[in-house]
C-alpha cells in the first residue's frame, strides 16, 4: 500500500534517520565518528536527502517533497489543493520525529557519556551560532530561497528534460552545497519539519543529561523556511520558472 501521506512520513522518516544520524556520529561521545566534522555532517545531510527522495517516491508520495517549505511552494504554484498541502506536511512532521526518535536508538549508549547537553540538542535540531533573533531569521529565509530557486532552476523547462532520478541526485547536490557554503549562522535548517518532529522527540525522549529543547529558538527555523519558500516562489514566477 502507498499513498502520498506514506511517500512524505517514510521519506522523511529517513531523511531524519540518516542527517540527525550523521550529526549524532560527529558529536557524541565514543562513536567512531566523534569528531570528524563539518564536511562530514554536510555530506551526510545530502545523500540522507537523496535516498530520503528515492524512499518517498518509492512509497507513494507525489514529488518526494520532504519539507514543508516545498510542499507550500508548490501549493502556490498549483501542484497541490490546500487540504492536500496540510496532509503533506503533517507526513513529514510525524516522519521527522520517528526518524529522530530511531536515532535515539541507534546510539543508545553514547547519550549517557556525552556531558554536554548542547551536543545531545545539537543531533535533534539546529541552533545559531551567534544568537540574534534577526541574523537568525534572515538567515533562515535566505538559505531557504536559495533552495527552492535552485529546486526551482532545476526542474523547470528552460533546463530541459533530465534523465530519471537525475533531479534528485541534484537536490542532493544543492543541500550539500547549501550545508558547505550558508550552513555556519544557523545550521542550516531550512526545514520545519526537520527541525520540530526532531525537537519534539528531543523534549519526550529520555535522553539522559540532554537539557532544555531551546523552545525559545525553536519559531525560526520553522517561520524562516517558509518565508523563504514562499519568496523563491515569488522570484521564480517573475523569471518564469514557475507558473
Same mark, same amino acid.
Not at 528531543?202 to 520553522?222: E, Q, R, T
Given at each position: 500500500?502507498?499513498?502520498? &501521506? ?17 550529526? $549524532? ?21 545530502? &545523500? ?20 514543508? $517549505? ?15 498541502? @496540510? ?9 521527522? &520525529? ?6 535515539? &536508538? ?135 520558472? @514557475?507558473?
Amino acid at each position: 500500500m502507498t499513498s502520498p &501521506f506514506l511517500g512524505e512520513f517514510m521519506g522523511t522518516l529517513v531523511l531524519i534517520l540518516l542527517g540527525d544520524g550523521v550529526v $549524532a556520529n560527529v558529536v557524541l561521545k565514543k562513536s567512531k565518528g566523534e569528531n570528524s566534522g563539518w564536511i562530514v555532517i554536510a555530506t551526510g545531510w545530502a &545523500f540522507a536527502v537523496v535516498l530520503g527522495a528515492f524512499v518517498a517516491v518509492a512509497t507513494g508520495s507525489v514529488q518526494a517533497d520532504l519539507n514543508p $517549505a516545498v510542499t507550500l511552494a508548490k501549493m502556490l504554484n498549483n501542484v497541490y489543493t490546500a487540504p492536500l498541502a @496540510a496532509s503533506l506536511m503533517v507526513a513529514q512532521v510525524l516522519g521527522a &520525529f520517528v526518524g529522530a526518535c530511531l536515532v535515539y &536508538f541507534m546510539y543508545l549508549p553514547h547519550w549517557k557519556v556525552t556531558e554536554d547537553p548542547g551536543a545531545k540538542l545539537a543531533v535533534f535540531s539546529t541552533g545559531p551560532a551567534i544568537r540574534d533573533t534577526t541574523g537568525n531569521l534572515i538567515s533562515e529565509i535566505l538559505g531557504t530561497a536559495m533552495l527552492m530557486f535552485a529546486f526551482f532552476a532545476i526542474f523547470s523547462k528552460p533546463v530541459g528534460a533530465l534523465a530519471p532520478g537525475l533531479g534528485t541526485f541534484l537536490a542532493g547536490v544543492v543541500v550539500w552545497s547549501m550545508g558547505l557554503s550558508l550552513g555556519g549562522p544557523t545550521g542550516y535548517a531550512i526545514n520545519p519539519a526537520r527541525d520540530l518532529g526532531p525537537r519534539i522527540a528531543h523534549a519526550v525522549l529520555p535522553i539522559p543529561g540532554k537539557g532544555d529543547s531551546d523552545w525559545g529558538y525553536s519559531w525560526i527555523p520553522v517561520v524562516g523556511p517558509m518565508i523563504g519558500g514562499t519568496i523563491a516562489y515569488a522570484i521564480a514566477k517573475i523569471v518564469g520558472l @514557475a507558473a
